[in-house]
């Protein structure tokens, strides 16, 4: 509930845990085992910033937060929990809701082009090598640097096939680039296709500033992104939070400490955005965290314990609650003292021991206070919902999106012949050069041989000729005369040198 200026999240006997709304960007984290209620406290959370003015985009990966978008019903749960907590103020009510499917079916298409993605993202998708990603970030430079737009996966891997076939002539400006990456790139992607990424990719880009919207009565929309398919993927599901994160941090502008946030990002199974993660890149995110909440930006991270978010995040979250959790191995009691060591102590209880202990429903909390430190730990029971428990169904779901100013917005793909309409038109034009360059070989070598072979008939004809002449010249009378000659005087000179002999030796 919002009361007072105040995000009311939860109650004791003695005293109530507020969120002030100027500390809300100071970010937030959300754990519990499975079934104790963090579906719940997120409903709350959500309404409350809704009905306060704040924009906010949650993931639903179970698919049970549709029912914000229908005013809630009295039940005997609800109606006890009322009495209970003495919410004199409490009003069921329905809130502004978008939703959004990167499959398309159950919410607003959400695209983005590949190149927008970029490649560190896209390499966490692919789960590249750093090696493999350094390769990748040269396809990108080379898309950029000779103005390729690269709007789908077929783009990339047209642009990834033409680089590889012509690498020696990009080694020496860009860097090495193996085939053996390469081919794990494009077997990634083709990976990637089958999860249903191609819906992803593509044009029309998703407006960020379409999730911080308000309506005429000035609640911020609850932006509901349907994931149950998505997470059947977490490596899409991950990557794809971590490009709205960095979307975010890039895009908007800087805005000080204000009076509330622009917009409130509930990040469900946040374990997955950090499994494996190399340092690196830990680095980078976690310096957006740092540094997103003066862009006016409030982060919620919700898992099942605390140990799953890395100590260098879990630091940046100051706003907590814990419902409970489970210890039966020695990792899991790990766990819970993590947990219990995160607070600050309370003199009237054992965190340890009331966080094995809580009731669904039941949080230990401790929020910021005016001064933006935090409060100790206290022990209090979640709000109900003001919107209705459970699913919506499909019916209503595809009103509420018909409805929308948005409809009709992003459901139409785009299909741009770009980066893989260039890159084939200039493999078919070197395809067609070397056609030519063959043809004009074959040319070549054709007149090359049709000279031999008139030069090979020419010296044929010409000794033929020579012999024919020859043969006439001897059968000619001439000849015969002339060889009589030749042939008397040959006898005559003969018989001269043997006289001339003979007398020598019988002087």
Same mark, same amino acid.
């Given at each position: ?13 003695? $005293?109530? %845990?507020?969120?002030?709304? !100027? ?32 924009? #906010?985009?949650? $993931? ?51 695209? #983005?082009?590949?190149?927008? #993605? ?151 199974? %946040? ?63 790990? !766990?819970?003292?993590?947990? %219990? ?28 206070? #005016? !001064? ?136």
């Amino acid at each position: 509930m919002y009361l007072n200026g105040k995000i009311l999240v939860g109650k004791n006997k003695e $005293s109530d %845990a507020n969120i002030i709304l !100027s500390q809300a960007n100071r970010h937030g984290l959300i754990t519990g085992a499975s079934g104790t209620g963090k579906t719940t406290t997120v409903k709350v959370l959500a309404e409350s910033f809704s009905r306060a003015g704040v924009p #906010v985009f949650v $993931s639903d990966v179970k698919g049970d937060l549709s029912g914000c978008a229908k005013k809630g019903e009295a039940s005997e749960g609800i109606i006890k929990r009322i009495q209970d907590l003495e919410l004199s103020e409490f009003d069921y009510h329905e809130f502004p809701t978008r939703f959004w499917d990167l499959y398309q079916n159950h919410g607003h298409a959400i695209r #983005v082009s590949i190149y927008d #993605v970029g490649a560190s993202i896209l390499a966490m998708m692919l789960g590249l090598s750093e090696a493999q990603e350094g390769v990748l970030n040269i396809i990108y430079r080379i898309a950029h640097d000779e103005e390729k737009k690269i709007y789908e996966i077929s783009d990339l891997r047209m642009l990834l096939q033409y680089v590889g076939e012509h690498r020696s002539e990009y080694t020496l400006k860009y860097g090495n680039i193996t085939t053996q990456s390469i081919g794990v790139i494009q077997r990634s992607l083709l990976a990637l296709e089958d999860q249903g990424a191609d819906n992803f990719f593509g044009l029309p880009s998703f407006d960020i500033n379409d999730f911080l919207k308000t309506n005429t009565d000035g609640y911020g929309y609850i932006n509901i992104l349907h994931a149950v398919e998505l997470f059947n993927s977490p490596d899409l599901y991950s990557a794809f939070l971590l490009y709205l994160l960095t979307k975010l941090y890039n895009d908007m502008p800087e805005v000080g400490d204000l009076d509330k946030p622009k917009v409130v990002f509930f990040f469900d199974e %946040a374990h997955l955005l950090f499994n494996n993660m190399p340092d690196y890149r830990l680095k980078y995110i976690t310096q957006i965290v740092k540094l997103i909440r003066s862009k006016g930006i409030g982060l919620y991270f919700i898992s099942q314990a605390p140990s799953d978010i890395p100590n260098e995040i879990l630091s940046q979250l100051s706003n907590r609650i814990q419902h409970a959790l489970r210890a039966y191995t020695s990792s899991e009691q790990k !766990s819970v003292k993590v947990a %219990a060591d995160s607070f600050r102590v309370n003199p009237e209880f054992k965190t340890y021991d009331e966080i094995l202990n809580l009731k669904t429903g039941e949080a230990l909390v401790s929020f910021l206070n #005016v !001064s933006g430190e935090p409060e100790i730990v206290n022990k209090v029971t979640i709000l109900p919902p003001e919107s209705m428990m459970g699913v919506i169904g499909e019916i209503e779901r595809t009103r509420i999106i018909n409805n929308s100013e948005l409809c009709g917005k992003y459901e139409e793909k785009i299909i741009k012949e770009d980066a893989a309409h260039l890159v084939l038109q200039k493999i078919n034009e070197e395809e067609q050069q070397k056609k030519e360059e063959l043809e004009r070989q074959k040319e070549e070598q054709k007149a090359l041989l049709e000279k031999q072979k008139e030069e090979a008939r020419i010296k044929r004809e010409e000794e033929k000729k020579k012999k024919e002449d020859e043969k006439k010249l001897k059968s000619s009378v001439g000849y015969k005369l002339g060889k009589k000659v030749v042939n008397k005087t040959v006898d005559k000179a003969i018989n001269k040198g043997l006289n001339s002999i003979m007398k020598n030796l019988f002087k």
